[in-house]
């Protein structure tokens, strides 16, 4: 490593006068928690608004993307993803076997568990036949029919038939498992003490708050890329409004960030990335209830919601008009020959009236005697609330009574999936990868969808774009599911938001191709956090600045130290 040397010495002095500063102020230089980070640590802070999503084990962290994200940092997959596409990561190589309809997958010989125990194909082998008995809400290995160790190395694993998402959902989204640990367990979900957390990955979790929402990890040294470029990795809870602040004070080192921000942010000298078409925002739409479970009915509810006034107003115009069909313009999956429900509220008002509803003095509509009136949920992130507003008044001019109730993101996810509302403003990513991502959303219990199967010819295409080996046959499949949803509509896609993240440049964090795992439009690949070359600065924080109340920040304030590296970031071409 250049100037290797050179960078610890400079981190010494750095260190001490730290060390002196802090004796003379009275201040401790901490990490998470009441631990003391070492004097020459690297560590990267991330902020995030929710803090909490589950102990990071492969069966016990939050079904949402950042709780498998805080997972993968501590297990290794298969195979994984980069800026390129699918790249070796347990696996050095990998082959389909038509003629067998099997995988072949050599592994490494070099990787160890966290607990210095020797990782071989029994490991795999198990992992799999756990997760068939036990699946996890990432992974249910339906079409795996069994798996045979050929060596100590290698594997082959069958599928019951052709599955053509097979290397992005199953072995380059399967955590895979230490035997010597989880053979012995019953119930993964409530195994959450150290042990569950022996993976082979990057780092070891060192400290969890689920009350403060804070993760520790430590580099593995062992690693078998190498050594990570940090010596911690910390996340942090911070809202959504406090974080851009956060990032400029140098009290974190990434974040995600509003798009009202992201000017003044890159006018700080921050890297600003972002992605769009990843990540669904939909109006969840409960067809299981009276009146919603009229077809015609959820006609009329997209007819006077104006999606292009949720774009320009609600999300400035840092999105891309929803499609009903679900996935964005932004797929070489996309059908643009759908139902488009152009903004229409008269045509709204017509369905409502063939149904036998009429219009009041109030501007709103009666049957039988009772209001036609609705609760709309959602949840105070990425602007939903401004969003479910919006909403509210444009089906209000419809002669739709709308209230508005804001609550805890998790418990709006509880209630969508128990069916306990009847409308809902929410979201998920996934979208931009694979589009097994449509199983996930329409026949599967998505915890931020509204669940349909209904729809028997919709059914049936779901499940064969999963057999179609062919890609061009595949898209005319997945086409062809895009049109029946859109004339169903289960839900509305709103919009599909242009995420920003801002970040110090220290750590060249990417979006993935294809996202993370099964999609996750997350830019904290942990690939981006091998290899660097590390330089230690003094700070100029503004005289005026004061420190965020409630915030801890990841060095107390008057020892700030920046910390930059300059990333050479291993990518398959």
Known sequence: MKNKNKNKQIARVAAVSILVVSLLTGFSVASAGSETAKAEEVIYTIADSTGDWGYPSPHAHYPRGPGYVRMSFIFDTLVWKDTQGFVPALATDWKYLEDENAYLFHLRKDVTWHDGEKFTAEDVSFTFNYTKEHPSWWVDLKSVKQVEVLDEYTVKIYLKEPYAPFLNDDAGTLAILPKHIWQDVKNPSEFVNERALIGTGPFKLVDYSKAHGTYLYEANEEYYLGKPAIDRLKFVKVSEEMAPRALMRGEVNATNIPPETVEEVNGKGFTVINQSGNWNAKLMINHEKEPMASKEFRHALAYAINRTELVEIAQRGHAIRGSPGLLSPNTPYYNPNIVKYEYNPQRAKDILESQGYQLKEDGYYWKEGETLELELITAPRFGFERVAEIIARQLGEAGIKVSVRSLEWKTLDSRVISQQFDLAVSGHGGIGGDPSIL???????????????????????????????????????????????????????????????????????????????????????????????????????????????????????????????????????
């Open 439 to 573: 199983n996930k959303v329409i026949l599967g219990k998505f915890g931020y969808s509204a669940n349909y199967t209904k729809n028997e010819s919709l059914n049936q295409l779901l499940e064969a774009h999963l057999r179609e080996m062919d890609a061009e046959k595949r898209k005319e499949i997945v086409r062809e599911i895009q049109k029946i949803y859109a004339e169903e509509l289960p839900a509305l896609t709103l919009y599909y938001p242009k995420w920003y993240w801002g970040h110090d440049g220290s750590v060249d964090i990417y979006y993935t191709m294809g996202g993370i795992a099964r999609g996750i439009p997350i830019p904290l690949n942990k690939l981006a956090f091998m290899e660097y070359q590390a330089k230690v600065e003094a700070p100029t924080p503004a005289a005026t600045e004061a420190p965020i109340p409630g915030f801890e920040p990841a060095i107390s304030l008057p020892v700030l130290i920046t910390v930059a590296y300059l990333i050479k970031r291993r990518r398959k071409h």
